[in-house]
């Protein structure tokens, strides 16, 4: 509140009358005031005020910022289990130039191959097939991992991909190859937490649409290239919607 200025201001220490309107004895140098009173228009001078500490929390009513789906990776985080999967595929990839598809696939039945099935997810009878499957499992994998960390992306990788062919094999679809299951489980499971939050009209953060278009292409590679299994693709979805359901209740 504006009063009146004091005539003037004794100090503490040298016992000198100084001016209201500073902040520092001049005889002594003793710090009377933090900081110099305010002068008002009409002349009258109020104390300053201290200004309110700005809170770093985020507000309650303001709505997450969306991310976009393949945006930048957060600093110090690395998707070292994405990479490693992504990896080991283009190792097989060159190691095919040396090594025969007939020596790492499943010809016959998984009981009497079950070594291979780890090879067959690793394995793509065409490049174009290789390359969409590994695009979906290098952006979906990393999403999901720095939301969930590496085993997550692991255990949806194996589930999906060697589980898919566990059983389009078992279902007699031989020779069933590549990890178009694992993509699409990974693809799902991370669809699916933004998915329950379109539906309850909230807001999500990523690009639903762009993942309907990936899964797509993803899943219909069995209609133009051999090797791709639509049951190993169907196990992948039912694995990555059931994950992404559980996972959709876990806090990121």
């Not at 009513?61 to 990896?87: E, H, N, Q, S």
């Not at 793509?124 to 969930?148: N, T």
């Amino acid at each position: 509140m504006a009063s009146g200025p004091d005539l003037f201001v004794v100090c503490k220490t040298c016992g000198s009358e100084v001016s209201p309107y500073i902040t520092e004895c001049p005889y002594c140098g003793t710090r009377l005031r933090k900081r110099a009173p305010k002068i008002e228009r009409d002349g009258t001078v109020s104390e300053p005020r201290a200004h309110a500490r700005r809170s770093r929390l985020p507000r309650a009513d303001r709505a997450p910022r969306r991310i976009a789906l393949v945006g930048p990776l957060r600093w110090g985080a690395k998707p070292w289990a994405t990479i490693a999967l992504v990896a080991l595929s283009c190792a097989m990839w060159l190691a095919l130039t040396w090594v025969s598809r007939a020596d790492v696939l499943i010809t016959t039945s998984l009981s009497d191959q079950p070594l291979r099935l780890l090879s067959s997810v690793l394995v793509y009878p065409e490049g174009w097939y290789q390359l969409a499957v590994l695009l979906a499992v290098a952006v979906f994998g990393w999403r999901l991992e720095l939301r969930h960390g590496p085993l997550v992306v692991v255990a949806l990788f194996a589930l999906g991909g060697l589980g898919g062919l566990a059983v389009a094999n078992v279902a007699g679809d031989v020779p069933a190859m590549g990890a178009n299951g694992a993509a699409l489980a990974l693809l799902c499971a991370w669809a699916m937490r933004d998915g329950l939050a379109a539906r309850r009209r909230e807001p999500y953060e990523g690009d639903l649409i762009g993942a309907a278009v990936i899964s797509m292409v993803v899943f219909l590679m069995p209609a133009a290239v051999d090797g791709a299994s639509w049951i190993a693709g169907g196990v992948g979805v039912v694995v990555g919607a059931l994950a992404g359901a559980a996972l959709a209740r876990v806090p990121e």
